[in-house]
């Protein structure tokens, strides 16, 4: 009696286990792709502050008469 009690003990945590693995994976799916939308808007945001910091250089340069 006693082992077949700890074969459901551990068979009852494995189970455990296995949602936890499953929830697991789910999370880290989902932080996958915000972690990519957030690396895609900062790359945008680089290229707008170098395209703004070049126009702002253009205009800092132009002779004023």
């Known amino acids: 009696a006693l082992n077949f009690s700890a074969t459901q003990e551990i068979d009852r945590q494995q189970q455990l286990h296995k949602e936890e693995i499953a929830e697991l994976k789910t999370k880290n799916t989902e932080l ?24 702002l250089t253009a205009l800092e340069n132009t002779p004023t008469e």
């Open 32 to 55: 996958e792709s915000k972690n990519t939308e957030l690396e895609t808007k900062v790359t945008t945001l680089e290229s707008t502050l170098e395209t703004v910091l070049d126009r």
